[in-house]
């Protein structure tokens, strides 16, 4: 049980305003920050497509995301507070928006590799610092702090979604700007049925129909994100308290757990049946997002109608998906959990369908800005669903199956990405159709399981990483 010692008459009612200022702060740093992060992404397929170099660097930044998850969060954490993690993984971001000023393996590789190392800290800081200002919060409101914290959750993620949509809208505004319009060279056009969407291979095709920027406009892009996160930085370093003023002592399993440790649980997870049969749509998750930020981006968009249309694309996606988690969020309180999964494997599978049959033109813009609404749907029910029922089916060991849920996750970005500048559009849809299909049938598997097994069994199951000699 987490609990909060807090000094005789150190936080009185008036303190609240500024735990709320505290998490403003750090939800406006965030933002700032996935602002130039995302926004750098997501282009990565169109402006480094030669030999695969920006796949292969969001490959590795994924790579380094996995160690760091599990071996980083709390040491860092316990040396430097959450409070200066924060900070100091912000600033680990930046050599990642420098290299794309001179775009190499030996400098974009390294610099994406580090991108990972701070992601697991940054993210686990700032979960963290929210955990703990709910604590003091909900000492001087005598409210709940998993209800405070869900509000702060809530607030959170409200505004650091905004971050596609001004991401996405500096690229394309730099990127479509004087004479490098959004539209693709008169020389191009006759190649688009040939060579773009369900046929496109960067490898081959990338030289031929995505023309190179001018390098004074990737320039200014990496210029103004890099603005961008040094703002963050000096927000987290100026704006935010530190939480040693509320002396919060932790005492859970989870603060004292060390990497190995949770490596050892999260292997222990898969002796659950539960777990195993979700590890195919945990992959598939993390598949479908790369695929639609790498190889939808530089196939039907980059190839088809321009490079600068990219960030008007994601920035869609970006709102759809925000709109939706709330929408589909509430579908699931209604209709139930099951029919929003099973809409999302039709709707979704209908997109990966079209997708093989669909030859693409400059005039079918709006078909892609359709696209990338409805994908923007689909992730949000995927998200959302399985994201929720982890907490339900896993209640009591949320930290073994969580990490497995992250590690599966980012095993399918991996995947995506490696093999995105090699292999045929249409392949990697069939890929996707095979792996959502294998998915949702491991994940109605658990369902009937669940629904037809005692709560003696369903116990049994929960606790199973908890026993430290069960063996698979």
């Not at 100026?238 to 005492?251: A, N, P, Q, T, V």
């Not at 321009?306 to 309180?333: D, R």
């Not at 079918?364 to 992730?379: E, M, R």
Request: some cysteine.
């Amino acid at each position: 049980m987490t609990q909060i010692k807090v000094l005789e008459g150190a936080l009185k009612p008036k303190e609240t305003w500024r735990i709320w200022k505290n998490v403003t702060v750090v939800t406006i740093a965030f933002m700032f920050q996935f602002i130039a992060y995302n926004g750098a992404a997501n282009l990565q397929s169109s402006i480094n497509s030669e030999a695969g170099l920006g796949t292969g660097a969001l490959a590795s930044v994924y790579a380094g995301v996995i160690f760091s998850n599990i071996f980083l969060p709390s040491i860092v954490i316990k040396w430097l507070g959450t409070k200066w993690t924060v900070c100091l993984a912000v600033i680990t971001y930046m050599p990642y928006i420098a290299a794309q000023l001179y775009p190499r393996f030996y400098t974009l590789i390294p610099a994406a590799i580090i991108v990972g190392l701070g992601a697991g800290p940054l993210w686990v800081g700032m979960s963290t610092y929210l955990a703990q200002a709910s604590e003091a919060h909900s000492s001087i409101s005598k409210q709940p702090a998993g209800t405070i914290l869900l509000r702060f959750l809530g607030f959170f993620f409200m505004l650091f979604q905004m971050n596609q949509i001004w991401g996405n809208l500096i690229s394309s505004l730099v990127l479509s700007s004087g004479n490098n319009t959004a539209a693709v060279s008169s020389v191009n056009v006759s190649m688009i049925p040939q060579l773009c969407g369900r046929n496109f291979i960067a490898s081959q095709h990338a030289k031929d129909v995505l023309p190179d920027q001018p390098p004074e406009k990737i320039q200014m892009i990496a210029g103004i994100y890099l603005a961008c996160m040094a703002s963050a930085a000096v927000i987290v370093a100026i704006g935010l308290d530190s939480m040693k003023k509320y002396e919060s002592c932790r005492k859970s399993a989870s603060s004292e757990i060390t990497g190995a440790a949770l490596l050892a649980r999260t292997a222990r997870q898969l002796c659950n049946p539960n777990q195993s049969l979700l590890l195919v749509i945990n992959i598939f998750i993390g598949q479908h997002e790369a695929f639609f930020s790498a190889d939808f981006t530089a196939s039907f968009v980059s190839c088809v109608v321009g490079t600068g249309t990219v960030g008007y694309v994601m920035m869609t996606y970006g709102l759809a998906n925000a709109i939706s988690s709330f929408v589909t969020s509430y579908m699931g309180k209604v209709v139930g959990r099951m029919p929003v999964m099973i809409l999302g494997f039709i709707v979704h599978g209908a997109l990966l369908v079209t997708m093989l049959t669909w030859i693409p033109g400059p005039d079918d813009q709006y078909i892609i800005y359709i696209f990338a609404v409805l994908w923007g749907l689909c992730n949000s029910i995927w998200t959302v669903q399985i994201n929720a029922y982890y907490g339900v089916l896993f209640r009591g060991s949320e930290e073994a199956s969580f990490s497995n849920y992250r590690l599966w996750e980012a095993t399918g970005f991996i995947f995506s990405y490696i093999i995105s500048s090699y292999i045929k559009t249409s392949v990697k849809v069939y890929l996707l159709l095979l792996t959502m299909t294998v998915g949702i049938i491991g994940y109605l598997m658990v369902e009937y399981r669940t629904r037809n097994m005692g709560d003696a069994e369903k116990e049994k199951e929960t606790s199973v990483e908890k026993t430290e000699d069960v063996k698979c």
